[in-house]
């Protein structure tokens, strides 16, 4: 079992910064990969960025140039910084955890998820 938290969204004008942060916590030993994907009302959870165990970078063509995606493996934390930020990006922000190294995309293909962090960007 993998345990992950979510922290550091909040309320941010159009145009600002944010970083969020994904702690793991459990079977960390196991190389997964990390995602994360957004949510917002009334529509379904959309990916965002993730990064396979090996190191390697995806990100949805929405938020590339604009959003990085890092991990720390020592603090076994995964972060997603946001810059340039726009309306568009309202939504509750997951991270999760995958171990097959393949569809990094979808969602279903994640075994564990976050609770969730509200990222909120007031235009």
């Known amino acids: 079992q993998v345990q992950l938290v979510e922290s550091g969204g909040g309320l941010v004008q159009a145009g600002g910064a944010l970083r969020l942060s994904c702690a793991a916590s459990?079977?960390?030993?196991?190389?997964?990969?990390m995602g994360w994907f957004r949510q917002a009302p009334g529509k379904e959870r959309e990916f965002v960025a993730a990064m396979s165990w090996s190191g390697s970078l995806y990100y949805a063509n929405s938020v590339k140039g604009r959003f990085t995606i890092s991990r720390d493996n020592a603090k076994n934390t995964v972060y997603l910084q946001m810059n340039s930020l726009k309306a568009e990006d309202t939504a509750v922000y997951y991270c999760?955890?995958?171990?097959?190294?393949?569809?990094?995309?979808?969602?279903?293909?994640?075994?564990?998820w976050g609770q969730g962090t509200q990222v909120t960007v007031s235009s």
């Open positions: 459990g079977r960390t030993s196991i190389s997964y990969g």
């Open positions: 999760g955890a995958k171990g097959a190294s393949s569809y990094y995309h979808l969602a279903y293909q994640y075994e564990y």
